[in-house]
């Protein structure tokens, strides 16, 4: 691993597929640093990580089957990594292409699809390739989510981050749309959707970094919500 991931930290483990139960060797973030007020951290809500290997590591793909989904909901495996089958070597994006994939053939809700599309993009970003598609993908399932009467989810926050992958991808009327319809059950500082809305209003479809004080509120207030 390169020096710059400082203390990020990777393991490898032993896991079981979940769907065809063979053992494999993969690697799980085993070390993360605390977020203060100056980790980098974007207007969708999410944290910027410093290499796409640590995001990609949140997922875990079967060598035998394919079947790609969040590590943590494959069960640990009793033998060393060192003999069991290693996961197959995709590049971190394709990683998430390929759960995305498993996410549609075990029809997964919405919500989990479009975030799962969510890591894909940031999961791009962090490798330095274009990730447009996961966030059009984002987009198509935030919008089924939020249409779905029996989900009970926090709409308002979702209302936000769907109108942040509007205004990325320069849907600006869309964007402010649903900066519209975020209200407190949000959790976030109204100058956050207030910068936003005015962002999209002056035709910015940029990545934006937040300032530590809005880190702050909204990671650190312990009484808002977490992404
Ligand atoms: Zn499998």
């Not at 053939?105 to 969510?118: G, I, K, M, N, R």
Request: charged share 20%.
């Amino acid at each position: 691993m390169t020096t710059n991931l400082s203390f990020f930290k990777l393991r490898q483990i032993s896991v079981k597929c979940p769907s065809c139960e063979t053992p494999f060797a993969t690697f799980e973030l085993a070390r993360t640093p605390q977020v203060t007020a100056q980790t980098p951290m974007e207007a969708d809500l999410h944290r910027v990580l410093p290499d796409a290997h640590l995001r990609a590591a949140l997922i875990a793909m079967c060598p035998s089957c394919i079947y790609t989904w969040w590590l943590s909901s494959f069960q640990e495996y009793h033998l060393l990594p060192q003999v069991v089958a290693d996961s197959p070597p995709v590049s971190p994006s394709k990683k998430f292409a390929h759960a995305v994939h498993s996410g549609r053939q075990f029809e997964v809700h919405a919500v989990d699809q479009a975030v799962l599309a969510l890591n894909g993009y940031w999961c791009s970003r962090e490798e330095g390739v274009d990730g447009k598609k996961f966030l059009q993908l984002a987009k198509v399932q935030l919008i089924q989510a939020l249409a779905d009467n029996d989900w009970s989810g926090n709409r308002s926050r979702y209302a936000y981050i769907l109108g942040e992958i509007h205004r990325l991808l320069g849907e600006f009327g869309e964007a402010r749309f649903r900066y519209e319809q975020v209200d407190k059950m949000a959790g976030l500082p109204l100058e956050l959707v207030d910068r936003m809305t005015m962002f999209a209003a002056n035709g910015n479809n940029n990545p934006v970094r937040l300032p530590p004080h809005m880190v702050e509120a909204i990671f650190l207030n312990k009484r808002s919500a977490t992404a």
